[in-house]
């Protein structure tokens, strides 16, 4: 009897079946961020045109936008007919779409490479027969596949209201083509390190960078200077839709994807399994023991406490810098001069700091929901099976979340106070905006307390639920028309400070994120920890 050769699996052998599995496993996560993007290209056109229904408000609003700050914010300026509502609409969403859909593509292929080797879930499936690029190339294919569909459903939302569909096709296909090339330095930095928390934060930093680079190089040349285009951010905004299409830029997105990806290959190739191309520092005889568990809570936070600390200073200092901009642009703007007519210039510098609280809660419900990473990875039950209780344990990452919100605020409310403060020549807007900021750490205290409720029942998302409805309610509410009862719901809507300080507002939030706690140590100590 005659037996024929096995035949060796080819280093993709297994791409699809975990294709089809990453696909199962993320089709609720994956889907409410499509309709979510999608309903943004849904609504923005009527925000926009509500926000400047006149050809004076949206020539103050351009003035606005060739601000510093507002290019940072904003997108580049190519001149023409700026008062156009597509180019206006590429202006203002292109970078918030670039960084929504660009954590997306890290955040998955994350999930799916790294967090899979570090908690052990990849060792079951490299026991089978699987290829070496298998686990990378399914998780990309997946981003790209997520990327695709929303470049269709977003063209045709933006279609549907009227936009020239070549433009909007290139609006939308320049977003994903970035998201895309993040997805890829996702794949490089899951090489490089072997936590991955350290590669989110390596590929998330990268993000950063790139948009900090396009917005300097926006500012030294509103058109895009040389700068410009050492970012991929700029590659797609300078396929320039709706002011002077050029396809040409998104050449240079799928090849930079192309040499990422090949990056990635290459470094698979050459590492362990569970190990980093950058080898871990290990034990330190030298350094300081970590005394207590907030001071261990705090250690691990430190890394990403340090970004959001730098990323709001930044955020603070550049809404600061606007001041005097959106003054000026209220002599033209009857709605700006009735807000501040009836609330006075202090309601500016309140919206501004909700704005940079919004921002901060997304920090503190991340920091407390790690606790829930920890437990599904097993590290939680080794503290645990010390002398360390349950209720100490949830306590303590609460109380090290807000020491976070403390140092958050007031780096944001030193940056937005140093921005106003050389705006409108006033050195006391530096301490009354940074007090001001501090203001809001009650508000943060209960967003810490439900993201402690959300990890006692194992339910993470209800976390970030509550941080959707404290940016919807402040972004959207009121253009969305919700009731004023819903709006005050949220925290940060809550607190009105400089404009106001509602200590009886501010004494019921902490009594309410003391007892959510509270409540949250009891469950948490009841269930299993497994």
């Known amino acids: 009897m005659t037996t024929l050769p096995a035949v060796a699996p ?5 791409t699809g079946p975990l294709l089809r599995l990453a696909l199962l496993r993320d089709r609720v996560r994956l889907g409410i961020w499509t309709v979510a993007l999608t309903s943004m290209m849904l609504y923005a056109p009527n925000a926009i045109r509500l926000a400047y229904p006149e050809e004076a408000q949206r020539l103050a609003r351009i003035n606005l936008m060739k601000t510093p700050a507002g290019m940072m914010m904003g997108g580049p300026m190519f001149g023409g007919n700026e008062t156009d509502l597509g180019a206006m609409m590429a202006n203002e969403l292109m970078l918030t779409l670039i960084v929504a859909t660009s954590i997306l593509a890290i955040l998955t292929v994350i999930r799916h490479t790294r967090a899979e080797e570090e908690s052990g879930a990849a060792e079951l499936v490299m026991s089978s027969v699987v290829g070496r690029y298998a686990r990378t190339t399914a998780a990309l294919i997946l981003i790209a596949g997520v990327n695709a569909v929303l470049a269709v459903t977003m063209t045709l939302a933006m279609a549907a209201a009227g936009f020239a569909v070549a433009d909007t096709a290139a609006m939308c296909v320049g977003v ?48 895009g200077s040389p700068l410009s285009w050492f970012s991929p951010v700029a590659w797609a905004q300078q396929m320039r839709p709706f002011v002077d299409l050029r396809w040409w830029p998104l050449a240079m997105l799928v090849a930079l994807t192309i040499v990422l990806t090949a990056v990635a290959a290459l470094l698979e190739g050459r590492r362990q399994y569970d190990a980093g191309t950058i080898p871990s520092t290990g034990d330190r005889p030298r350094a300081r023991a970590i005394r207590g568990v907030l001071a261990l809570h705090l250690t691990l936070q430190r890394g990403q406490l340090t970004g959001w600390t730098v990323g709001l200073f930044l955020g603070g200092l550049a809404f600061g810098s606007m001041t005097k901009s959106l003054l000026d642009a209220a002599e033209d703007n009857e709605v700006i001069q009735r807000v501040i007519a009836q609330q ?5 510098y309140t919206t501004m700091t909700q704005f940079l609280a919004a921002a901060a809660s997304a920090y503190v419900v991340s920091a407390v929901l790690r606790l829930h990473g920890d437990e599904e990875k097993g590290l939680g039950e080794a503290v645990l099976a010390g002398s360390v209780s349950r209720w100490r344990w949830l306590v303590s990452a609460v109380a090290a979340a ?20 050389i705006a409108v020549g006033d050195p006391v807007t530096v301490a009354r905006l940074t007090l001001a900021a501090l203001a809001f750490v009650p508000a943060l205290a209960v967003m810490a307390a439900l993201a402690a409720l959300a990890v006692a029942v194992r339910r993470p998302w209800l976390g970030w639920l509550a941080v959707a409805f404290v940016v919807v309610a402040l972004y959207l509410g009121a253009l969305l028309r919700l009731p004023q009862w819903l709006i005050d719901l949220s925290p940060v809507s809550q607190t009105t400070a400089p404009m106001d300080y509602p200590v009886l507002a501010l004494v019921a939030m902490v009594v309410v994120g003391a007892g ?12 299993d920890v497994v």
Do not use: K, P
Request: proline residues 0%; contains cysteine; positive net charge.
């Open 176 to 223: 994903t083509a970035v998201a895309m090339v993040f997805g890829a330095v996702a794949s490089v930095t899951a090489q490089l390190w072997r936590q991955a928390r350290t590669a989110t934060g390596a590929a998330m930093a990268t993000l950063a960078v790139a948009a900090l680079v396009r917005g300097i190089g926006d500012v030294i040349d509103n058109s």
């Open 402 to 421: 807000l020491v976070g919100a403390v140092v958050l605020m007031a780096a944001a409310g030193l940056g937005n106070g140093l921005g106003a403060g």
């Open 516 to 527: 959510c706690t509270a409540a949250a140590g009891v469950l948490y100590r009841q269930r």
């Open 10 to 14: 080819t280093v993709w052998h297994g």
């Open 344 to 348: 006075g210039t202090e309601s500016v």
